[in-house]
């Protein structure tokens, strides 16, 4: 089976959250989806119960409005990434070791993940493959 034909059924808005029955509609969530991408594949949504609110996977993988609340100890950039940044969708932490942020979309956004702030609508810049490929 290819991926395409996986990913059908996913879920990348507010609205698919909501026709899904994994949240009820809620204005707020429309402004969580400004700021972060929201995606589910078929595989993980069959794994969420629905009828369970506190149900951990859900957990992991739904919007929430809560992902607008920060603390003041919170930082934009909490593992340091852009500071050792000096190419956009390169970070060179280590003298030896380079991290190639190729791609910026995600089939499945995860509440925890690193990239994150990456790859939603106001994500951080990856690398432009278009500008690596001269013909």
């Known amino acids: 089976m290819g991926a395409s034909s996986r990913m059908s059924g996913a879920i990348k808005s507010v609205a698919d959250l909501i026709a899904t029955g994994l949240v009820r509609d809620d204005a707020a ?4 989806a400004q700021k972060y991408a929201a995606g589910i594949t078929p595989d993980v949504l069959a794994l969420i119960d629905k009828t369970d609110p ?5 957990r992991q993988f739904v919007a929430s409005p809560q992902e607008l609340v920060s603390m003041p100890e919170e930082r934009v950039d909490p593992i340091g ?5 000096s190419v956009e969708g390169i970070v060179h932490r280590y003298p030896d070791r380079v991290l190639l942020k190729a791609v910026d979309v995600c089939p499945v956004c995860c509440q925890f993940c690193f990239r994150r702030k990456m790859v939603g609508p106001q994500g951080l ?5 278009s500008r690596c490929w001269r013909r």
Request: negative net charge; without cysteine; hydrophobic residues 40%.
């Open 29 to 32: 969530l429309e402004t969580v």
């Open 54 to 58: 506190d149900n951990p996977i859900a």
């Open 81 to 85: 990434d852009l500071s050792h940044s």
């Open 125 to 129: 810049r990856t690398m432009m493959i």
